[in-house]
């Protein structure tokens, strides 16, 4: 969303911080994903919900058709509620615990991406115990790197994720010998805010190379899911809006080698919701420091934590002022040094009361809030409500 684009007045009215998100964004994004992934045989994609839970956003993307990837029983909980079948759901993590397996037994999930073999285990007895056979998914490990930060990479050897390579026939004949659950694919994920196609490809070889051992012992899947993991531009969010979701979708069109009657899955979290998320924050003092000047905001890393976190780079825009630029650290209110949203950034001349837009902030911004402080939670809005 161009700066001009925001609703200045409109938003001057509402409590800082808060999120606000551009509905007619976030519905051109569902359209493009859709449109590109209609045009290759049996692709179906999924909204990882770990992005963003909020109501109002999940509502547009069950109005899409997209299906839901969650990572707790909480997210299978909150996409239920919002109307998302479970036909369509997909539940992941390395560590479920028992009630969070009974919530997709009870409702018949699509599908739990299982990551060991006592998961298996602890799936198949409570299986039995309501009659019930579990569709599971097993999540391998590749050993496939990507160019992403290291905190987001998930699938090398060393990360807690999956099952290894070496163990995924001894795991697959196991599953086989259990009587409540069906063994219905394999499932991959190796990171996430990968710009880089060649990551996917690899990924795609990687896969490829396992499907053909696996036909070797007269297995087929009947579903393949890559996860998701494809980036946003941080850096230009006015410029481009949407992921290059065609060249996403060719990738695995042009180096997967699907069998016949197969699906392929996708995840994608990130590359829905990123950029049509802002947070909204109001400058409070500005402080003129030894050596620099300081915009201090009514935002803290409470109300977006990835620039601490990760030393994530958000751009920073102060939407009410048309003045010349000067250069600022924009900081927050926290009494933690990292309490940092950019250092040395330059901004129109910025004065109390000022709004500032953190762009790209959909994504992981206000499903990772905290009340770290007491403070509120900021709360979040569409576009077409306000």
Excluded at 16 to 24: S, V
Excluded at 52 to 68: H, Q
């Amino acid at each position: 969303m161009a700066k001009g684009k925001f609703p200045i007045e409109k938003l001057k009215r509402i409590d800082t911080p808060f999120y606000y998100y551009d509905a007619e964004l976030l519905r051109q994004t569902l359209r493009v994903i859709n449109t590109e992934a209609s045009k290759h045989e049996g692709f179906c994609v999924h909204y990882a919900v770990k992005a963003n839970a909020n109501p109002k956003v999940l509502r547009i993307i069950r109005e899409s058709g997209l299906g839901v990837d969650c990572v707790s029983g909480g997210e299978i909980e909150v996409s239920l509620k919002a109307g998302f079948p479970a036909s369509k759901i997909v539940f992941a993590g390395v560590g479920k615990s028992d009630w969070e397996i009974n919530i997709g037994l009870d409702n018949d999930i699509f599908c739990f991406n299982v990551e060991s073999i006592p998961e298996l285990e602890v799936i198949n007895e409570l299986a039995a115990q309501k009659g019930k056979v579990a569709r599971v998914a097993f999540r391998l490990n590749p050993n496939v790197g990507a160019h992403t930060h290291a905190n987001i990479t998930t699938g090398l050897a060393e990360n807690k994720f999956g099952i290894a390579m070496r163990d995924m026939m001894s795991v697959i004949e196991e599953a086989i010998s259990m009587k409540n659950v069906k063994v219905v694919g394999l499932h991959f994920h190796i990171g996430s805010q990968i710009l880089d196609m060649g990551d996917f490809e690899a990924l795609c070889n990687r896969v490829n190379e396992l499907q053909n051992e696996l036909e070797r012992h007269r297995i087929v899947m009947e579903h393949i899911n890559v996860g998701g993991g494809l980036g946003v531009d941080y850096q230009h969010p006015n410029r481009l809006p949407i992921p290059d979701f065609k060249a996403y979708f060719d990738t695995y069109a042009k180096k997967l080698k699907l069998r016949p009657g197969q699906t392929l899955h996708f995840e994608l979290g990130r590359a829905v919701v990123a950029q049509c998320g802002s947070l909204i924050t109001r400058t409070l003092y500005i402080k003129q420091g030894a050596t620099k000047q300081f915009a201090i905001v009514d935002a803290g890393f409470p109300d977006l934590i990835r620039p601490a976190l990760y030393q994530a780079y958000h751009k920073i825009e102060n939407i009410t002022s048309e003045e010349p630029f000067q250069t600022y650290d924009v900081v927050g209110p926290i009494c933690e040094s990292t309490d940092v949203f950019a250092k040395q950034i330059d901004l129109n001349q910025c004065h109390r009361g000022d709004l500032l837009a953190i762009r790209s902030a959909g994504a992981y911004g206000e499903i990772m809030a905290s009340q770290y402080n007491c403070r509120r939670l900021p709360k979040g809005y569409m576009s077409d409500e306000i």
